[in-house]
């Protein structure tokens, strides 16, 4: 749009200047016809000479007419040059202007890609982490568990030996106080000392009857 600006700014400039000049030679015509006249009273030899002095200014003002058209058509042809540069250089600046766009375009995409990796490795080890801290966790339950069994089994096997030895001494009283507690705990106990428990418990039923029947 700027280069059909500018060629038609130039051709509209061609045109008046050549009108202008067009103008002034007629000007200089008028005025030869008007010295013709007021000198026919004149002789011969003079009316010679005025024709002869009047021709020579018509082929001077033609000769600047001519030069200042060849003027006209050159600084026509410069402006239009100028205008097609212009226009070159805006398209060559847009092309320049897009190709820095697209490259500030695609390394944004790459640095979101990027974080997106940098997003999903950070899932995966913050995943991976949360997976081993609860194993251990589930570990350090189930050793302390076993502890706590170990522990309990130990005191009941305590406990086992001191209701046998109140049963010897046919103490069935404190033999079934120590009975009860074992009772509360025993869902903390391993199978066999389950069983060891059910049996004192009839051996104590059983001597409780004999007592009873006794």
């Given at each position: 749009m700027q280069t059909t600006r500018l060629t038609t700014l130039a051709a509209a400039s061609?045109?008046?200047l050549s009108l202008a000049l067009v103008g002034c030679g007629e000007g200089d015509g008028t005025e030869e016809m008007e010295e013709s006249t007021g000198v026919e009273e004149t002789t011969a030899d003079e009316t010679t000479t005025a024709g002869t002095d009047a021709?020579?200014?018509?082929a001077e003002a033609g000769s600047a007419l001519?030069?200042?058209?060849?003027k006209a058509q050159e600084a026509a042809a410069s402006l239009q040059e100028a205008g097609e540069q212009a226009g070159i250089a805006a398209s060559e600046a847009a092309g320049d202007a897009f190709e820095a766009l697209k490259a500030k375009a695609d390394e944004a995409a790459a640095g979101l890609q990027q974080a997106g990796a940098q997003a999903s490795a950070a899932a995966a080890a913050a995943a991976e982490a949360a997976s081993a801290k609860t194993t251990e966790l589930t570990t350090a339950m189930a050793e302390q568990t076993g502890q706590m069994r170990q522990s309990a089994g130990a005191k009941a096997e305590q406990m086992i030996t001191r209701v046998q030895?109140?049963?010897?001494?046919?103490?069935?009283?404190s033999a079934q106080s120590v009975m009860d507690k074992l009772v509360r705990m025993r869902d903390q106990l391993s199978e066999d000392l389950r069983q060891e428990i059910d049996s004192l418990r009839e051996k104590m039923a059983e001597m409780a009857n004999?007592?009873?029947?006794g």
């Open positions: 061609t045109l008046a021709a020579e200014p018509s001519d030069a200042a058209r060849a030895d109140y049963l010897s001494q046919n103490d069935l009283n004999n007592e009873t029947a």
